[in-house]
């Protein structure tokens, strides 16, 4: 499975880099002191966001609270990567959507 979504990932990216595809490429990977605009609201460190990425994807019999934080760091490095990438004169939120953000 990790072979195919390298493969998925690369491919992708070729798409985007040579104009094939319009759209923009993000993971829960990189870290967010990589990104030149992290919203203050939504504080994440290298070590809380490693953390969450290493968490696995069965979201069937996952409780609401890891749910949450999932939706929570997806939503802050989805604004990152827009505000930073995008549109940097996007105003920054005033908060996570669910609450709890994205600590343990």
Known sequence: MAQVGSLR???IAAALNSGR???GLWTCVTPPSEYPRWASA???SDATAAQIAAIPI???GMNDFKRHRLANF???IT???LRSYVDQTL???SGFPWPGGVQE
């Open 79 to 81: 604004d990152a990567t």
């Open 42 to 44: 939504l504080a994440v």
């Open 91 to 93: 105003p920054e939120p």
């Open 9 to 11: 990932h690369s491919e």
């Open 21 to 23: 595809r319009k759209g």
């Open 58 to 60: 069965r979201l069937l």
């Open 74 to 76: 997806g939503y802050a």
